[in-house]
């Protein structure tokens, strides 16, 4: 089922882009403690978050899983697919029951490397995320297991 074009679409993304990328969404919904992902296994698809919340977790040797982040209305979830190898970095969960638009990783890569403007947006897009979700695994990992006070930058 092809989404339409709404307002919750990441702003990342050019109107024409948007568009685009929209064009191929799939809704879907998943109850409170679905496994989206594991990390380490193969990234063929990703998400924008309409309604819910989606936990992303890392784990963390002898310990159990930490909770990274909590991604809302509105949020990517999932970059890996658009990086070789193509394997997930974390791991995601539903905090509560989610809808969202759903995309097959391949069919977007395919767009990607048909029109490089398309690429580069959607590069730009993911690269952004990865900065933000790469501050928030710093911080919440030095907030868990260093020493107090050390999550915070200087």
């Known amino acids: 089922m092809n989404a339409?074009?709404?307002?919750?679409v990441p702003r990342a993304l050019p109107a024409e882009h948007r568009q685009r990328l929209m064009g191929i969404a799939r809704e879907v919904a998943f109850a409170t403690g679905t496994r989206l992902f594991e990390e380490?296994?193969?990234a063929d698809r990703f998400w924008i978050i309409r309604t819910?919340?989606?936990d992303l977790d890392m784990k963390v040797p002898g310990r159990r899983a930490a909770v990274i982040e909590?991604?809302?209305?509105?949020?990517?979830?999932?970059?890996?697919?658009?990086?070789?190898?193509?394997?997930?970095?974390?791991?995601?969960?539903t905090a509560s029951p989610v809808r969202a638009y759903e995309f097959d990783a391949t069919v977007v890569r395919e767009m990607c490397e048909a029109d490089p403007e398309f690429g580069r947006s959607a590069a730009q897009w993911a690269g952004a995320v990865v900065a933000r979700r790469l501050h928030a695994a710093r911080t919440r990992l030095l907030d868990l297991y260093g020493p107090y006070g050390s999550?915070?930058?200087?």
């Open 151 to 154: 999550g915070g930058l200087r």
């Open 40 to 42: 380490g296994g193969h």
């Open 70 to 93: 909590s991604l809302g209305h509105n949020e990517l979830v999932g970059w890996s697919w658009l990086f070789p190898p193509h394997r997930w970095r974390l791991g995601a969960e």
């Open 52 to 54: 819910g919340t989606i």
């Open 4 to 8: 339409p074009v709404t307002t919750s």
